[in-house]
Antibody, heavy 115, light 109 residues
Framework: EVRLVESGGGLVQPGGSLRLSCAAS????????VTWVRQAPGKGLEWVAK????????YYVDSVKGRFTISRDSAKNSVYLQMNSLRDEDTAVYYC????????WGQGTLVTVSS | QAVVTQEPSLTVSPGGTVTLTCGSS?????????PYWFQQRPGQAPRTLIY???NKHSWTPARFSGSLLGGKAALTLSGAQPEDEADYYC?????????FGGGTKLTVL
C-alpha cells in the first residue's frame, strides 16, 4: 500500500522551531520531487516548498524563505521541513505530496503557533 | 507573487454540467504553467484529479476533464454526482514555484 505519513506537528510559541517529517512507504519516493503544502484553519491550500530527487534543488514560497528549509534522506525514504522563526500565520495543517504528477498525498500534520 | 483566481462558489444540479476556471494575474494561463486540479472533501486530504492541463490519474472519474479556455485553465464536470460536492483547487507554476487558487466550493443541488 502506498502511504505518505507526515509527523512532527504540534503547539509551538511564536519564534520557535519545529521539524516536520514526511515518510513514504509502498513506493520509491526517491525518484520523485516532494512538495509541502499547507492549509490554515478554514482556508485554502498554499504551496510551501519542494525538493528534487537528490536534494540539489529546492524552492520556497516567498513568505517562508529564510525561515524554512526542506531536505531529504534517501536512505529513510523521507523528506523534512525545518521550520524556524515561526509566526502565528504559519498555523496550518501541513501536507506532503509526491509520486508522479502529485499522485500521493499524506493526511497532514497540524502545526499551531500560539503563545 | 502572482495571484491565481477561481470562482468562490458554484452550484450544479445532479446530472448537470459545470465549468470551474483558474486565471492568473500575470496574463493567460497556458500549458507552460502546468495547471493541476485537486478535489478536497470536508475533513479529507486533497486528491489530485488533473495534471498538466488535461491529464487524468487512474482514479479520476471520466466525468471530469481539464482544458484551457479563454486564457484560463478549466475543469469541466459533466454529469455531476452528489459525491462531487467538494472544494476544488487549481495550481499553476511560475518557473519552479507553485501558486494555488483560492478554491471553488462546488455544491451539487
Amino acid at each position: 500500500e502506498v502511504r505518505l505519513v507526515e509527523s512532527g506537528g504540534g503547539l509551538v510559541q511564536p519564534g520557535g522551531s519545529l521539524r516536520l517529517s514526511c515518510a513514504a512507504s509502498g513506493f520509491n519516493s526517491n525518484i520523485y520531487w516532494v512538495t509541502w503544502v499547507r492549509q490554515a484553519p478554514g482556508k485554502g491550500l498554499e504551496w510551501v516548498a519542494k525538493i528534487n530527487q537528490d536534494g540539489s534543488e529546492n524552492y520556497y514560497v516567498d513568505s517562508v524563505k529564510g525561515r524554512f528549509t526542506i531536505s531529504r534522506d534517501s536512505a529513510k525514504n523521507s523528506v523534512y521541513l525545518q521550520m524556524n522563526s515561526l509566526r502565528d500565520e504559519d498555523t496550518a495543517v501541513y501536507y506532503c505530496t509526491s509520486g508522479g504528477e502529485a499522485a500521493y498525498w499524506g493526511q497532514g500534520t497540524l502545526v499551531t503557533v500560539s503563545s | 507573487q502572482a495571484v491565481v483566481t477561481q470562482e468562490p462558489s458554484l452550484t450544479v444540479s445532479p446530472g448537470g454540467t459545470v465549468t470551474l476556471t483558474c486565471g492568473s494575474s500575470t496574463g493567460s494561463v497556458t500549458s507552460g504553467h502546468y495547471p493541476y486540479w485537486f478535489q478536497q472533501r470536508p475533513g479529507q486530504a486533497p486528491r489530485t484529479l488533473i495534471y498538466e492541463t488535461s491529464n487524468k490519474h487512474s482514479w479520476t472519474p471520466a466525468r471530469f476533464s481539464g482544458s484551457l479556455l479563454g486564457g484560463k485553465a478549466a475543469l469541466t464536470l459533466s454529469g455531476a454526482q452528489p459525491e462531487d460536492e467538494a472544494d476544488y483547487y487549481c495550481l499553476v507554476f511560475y518557473s519552479a514555484t507553485g501558486v494555488f487558487g483560492g478554491g471553488t466550493k462546488l455544491t451539487v443541488l
